[in-house]
C-alpha cells in the first residue's frame, strides 16, 4: 500500500505543479471535462428538485476545479472536498471558495459524519486505488456519509469499454491504450460488490456510455488521420464531428457516468 501511495502522490504532485488551476488538471481532454462537469451538475439538479438544502462532497476534488463551478452555481448549498495530495488540496485552498469546506485526507479512511451527505461525487478517483479492497473500502466509506436515498454520482474508467476501444485500434494497427500506470480501472463485476454495501444503480440524466462517440474520434479514426508523429489534441477535425455525430455510439469510452442510490440500512 505504501508504494502505492508514494506513486500517487508522485503523479499528483507533478499534475498540481504543471497544470495548476487549470481544468485540464489530471484530464487534457477539454470535451471529456466539460462532459463531465455537465453529467455531475445535470444530476445534482435532478436531485435539487426535491432538496434545497443538500450538502455535497467531493471525494478527491484536485484543485477545487468543480467544487469552484459548483460554488458558483450553488451558492446557498454546503459544498465539501477530500484531496489526498497536499499540493492540490492547496491549490484548491487557494481558490477561497466561500461555501466550500475542504479536507486533506484519504478517501480510505473515516474522515466525514456517518449519514451526513445527499450526494457525493468521484470523477476519476476511485481507479487511483490499485487494490480492489481498497476501492471496497472506499465504497464503503462512500456509504456510511450518505443520507439514506443519498447519490453517488460516479465518474470512473472501466476494463470493458478499454477492450473495445483497443480491438478497433488493433484493426488499424494502432497500438493498445494501457491503462496509466497510477490508474486500476473497474470492472463491471463491481456491481454486485455495490450492491452487498446497499447501492442500487439509476438510470442517468444521460447514457451511461455518453462519451463512446468521441472517444472512437479522438483515439481511433483521429490517430488514423492525423500527420505522423503529432500528438495534437482537441482539434477542430475532433470538435467537428462532436458535434456533428449522435454521442453514446457503442461501447468505447472507458470512462462510465453512473450513479447510485443508497438504499435502506440493513443493519441489524
Known amino acids: 500500500m505504501m508504494q502505492s501511495k508514494e506513486k500517487i502522490q508522485n503523479h499528483y504532485k507533478q499534475e498540481a505543479f504543471t ?16 462532459c463531465e ?10 436531485y ?17 476545479y468543480l467544487l469552484s463551478i459548483l ?18 488540496y492547496a491549490l484548491a ?28 461525487i468521484t470523477e476519476r478517483v476511485l481507479i487511483n486505488l490499485l487494490e480492489k479492497e481498497d476501492k471496497i473500502v472506499a465504497l464503503n466509506n462512500i456509504h456510511r456519509v450518505l443520507k439514506e436515498k443519498g447519490r453517488y454520482i460516479m465518474v470512473e474508467s472501466f476494463n470493458e469499454p478499454l477492450a473495445n476501444l483497443n480491438k478497433a485500434r488493433k484493426e488499424l494497427l494502432l497500438e493498445e491504450i494501457d491503462e496509466p500506470y497510477h490508474n486500476k480501472y473497474f470492472s463491471e463485476s463491481i456491481k454486485e ?11 442517468p440524466s444521460v447514457k451511461k456510455n455518453f462519451l463512446s ?10 490517430e488514423v488521420i492525423r500527420p505522423e508523429n503529432s500528438t495534437m489534441r482537441n482539434t477542430e477535425l475532433v470538435k467537428f464531428f462532436d458535434l456533428a455525430l449522435p454521442d453514446s455510439v457503442g461501447n468505447y469510452s472507458p470512462i462510465l457516468f453512473r450513479v447510485f442510490e443508497k438504499q435502506l440500512s440493513t443493519k441489524k
Do not use: P, W
Open 19 to 34: 497544470k495548476g488551476l487549470s481544468k485540464e488538471c489530471s484530464m487534457q481532454d477539454s470535451y471529456v471535462r466539460d
Open 37 to 46: 462537469t455537465s453529467f455531475i451538475i445535470n444530476e445534482i439538479d435532478r
Open 93 to 120: 485552498l487557494s481558490r477561497q471558495l466561500k461555501n466550500v469546506n475542504l479536507i486533506n485526507g484519504d478517501c480510505r479512511e473515516e474522515n466525514c459524519e456517518e449519514d451526513f451527505f445527499d450526494v457525493v
Open 213 to 222: 462517440t468521441h472517444y472512437f474520434l479522438a483515439r481511433v479514426f483521429h
Open 193 to 203: 460488490s455495490m450492491s452487498m454495501i446497499g447501492f442500487a444503480e439509476l438510470e
Open 71 to 88: 460554488s458558483n452555481k450553488y451558492k446557498e448549498l454546503d459544498l465539501y472536498g477530500i484531496e489526498f495530495s497536499k499540493e492540490l
Open 48 to 64: 435539487y428538485n426535491y432538496n434545497k438544502s443538500l450538502k455535497i462532497l467531493e471525494i478527491g476534488c484536485g484543485n477545487g
